[in-house]
């Protein structure tokens, strides 16, 4: 829904078809640019977690907490990286039908982020509660 929203130029969007940005080759270029990082973001991320992977909340055999790469500084790289993705869309098409789909993404991500976090902080305890305080949820930490 979020990428028919925020991509499909025949979909009837009524208002959400108006410009919130002007119809300028850089600001398009700028989107294209914040699209591409959100991607290798989540790319950068996804190899870090490796097999404990999931599209669904699970703890895996095993499962271990990742602390590596883009873990380091954030607790959900693979959530931001989406949300600068949709957020570069957005602004690459122009219109606020990608605003009410990077608003629509962020809803869901919010959500499914603190289940995730409640299934991390039951399994690892002690070791998630230092590794939140460390960490940023969606954004880096400036300090830690």
């Known amino acids: 829904m979020t990428f028919l929203l925020s991509l499909s130029p025949s979909l009837p969007v009524g208002p959400l078809a108006v410009r919130f940005v002007p119809n300028h080759v850089a600001i398009r270029d700028l989107g294209v640019a914040l699209a591409c990082l959100g991607i290798?973001?989540?790319i950068w991320a996804r190899?870090?977690?490796?097999?404990?992977?999931?599209?669904?909340?699970?703890?895996?055999?095993?499962?271990?907490?990742?602390?590596?790469?883009?873990y380091s500084r954030l607790r959900h790289p693979i959530h931001t990286g989406m949300l600068v993705g949709i957020a570069?869309?957005?602004?690459?098409?122009?219109?606020?039908?990608?605003?009410a789909a990077f608003l629509l993404l962020l809803i869901n991500y919010?959500?499914?982020?603190?289940?995730?976090?409640?299934?991390?902080?039951?399994?690892?305890?002690?070791?998630?509660q230092e590794y939140e305080r460390k960490t940023g949820f969606l954004a880096p930490r400036l300090y830690a």
């Open 40 to 42: 290798l973001l989540m």
């Open 47 to 70: 190899r870090h977690l490796g097999r404990y992977w999931s599209d669904k909340v699970e703890i895996k055999t095993d499962h271990q907490l990742v602390s590596t790469g883009p």
């Open 88 to 99: 570069g869309t957005a602004i690459a098409v122009g219109e606020w039908r990608g605003v």
């Open 110 to 128: 919010m959500i499914k982020a603190r289940k995730e976090e409640r299934v991390l902080r039951q399994k690892f305890g002690a070791a998630f």
